[in-house]
């Protein structure tokens, strides 16, 4: 079954630091998405995109954050400069017609 | 805008003994519902859904929920759990049609006791 892959599995860095998490969605699939999970708590939504270009973003989703698909194939999340409370499991997860298939997550921790 | 509620945090159930997870959502228009399921330490596996059609879904585990339009729920269920069901389970909706995000509730973790 087609596999939605995110890398890496863990990645610690430290505050104030760039940071890109990397996805590669499942290779027919139209809409891209990225969640989070702060431990312990709901996922929550953060950015849709479609066709290039962003479709939907939550209010988490701020200035500091920033999506891509570069090159047809992968498809990252960028946080610019990195705090203790973007601490998180982040999950992508890519979209045909009705079913969505996330991707195992990132755990990202921020010290 | 669409929203679930999962009422219960924790349930905790004997082995063999059969489950109930409850959802209620709230939309005014129509849905994709979802059932997802977490393991420690793991990723989001999907365990069924329903789009439209049969409000009975089948899903992987021997997990089955009944869509209730009536009572705008989609209760998750399963005869006789085992001990590997232990995990967190998320209800989760969507809008139909179009890039739709997925909203999910605040999950309920189940609790296999021996």
């Known amino acids: 079954e087609p596999e939605v892959t995110q890398t890496p599995s863990h990645q610690v860095t430290q505050m104030g630091q760039e940071v890109i998490l990397r996805c590669v969605p499942i290779s027919n699939h139209l809409y891209f998405y990225w969640y989070r999970q702060i431990l312990g708590q709901k996922v929550e939504f953060l950015v849709s995109f479609y066709n290039n270009e962003i479709s939907e973003k939550s209010e988490i989703f701020d200035d500091q954050f920033s999506v891509e698909r570069p090159d047809g194939s992968n498809f990252t999340l960028k946080i610019r400069s990195t705090k203790l409370e973007d601490s998180a499991m982040y999950f992508c997860?890519?979209?045909?017609?009705?079913?969505?298939?996330f991707g195992s997550g990132t755990r990202l921790t921020v010290v | 805008a669409q929203s679930v509620t999962q009422l219960d945090s924790q349930v905790p159930v004997f082995e063999e003994a059969p489950v109930e997870l409850r959802c209620n959502y709230s939309s005014s228009v129509s849905v994709y519902l979802f059932w997802y399921v977490q393991y420690p330490n793991q990723g989001l596996q999907l365990l069924l859904k329903?789009?439209?059609?049969?409000?009975l879904v089948k899903g992987i585990n021997g997990f089955e929920a009944e869509f209730n339009k009536s009572q705008t729920s989609f209760h998750l269920r399963k005869p006789s759990v085992h001990i590997s069901d232990t995990a967190e389970y998320f209800c989760?909706?969507?809008?139909?049609?179009?890039?739709?995000?997925?909203?999910f509730g605040t999950g309920t973790k189940l609790q296999v006791i021996p």
């Open positions: 329903y789009l439209s059609g049969s409000t």
């Open positions: 989760a909706v969507s809008l139909s049609g179009g890039y739709q995000k997925v909203t």
């Open positions: 997860a890519s979209r045909a017609n009705y079913g969505y298939t």
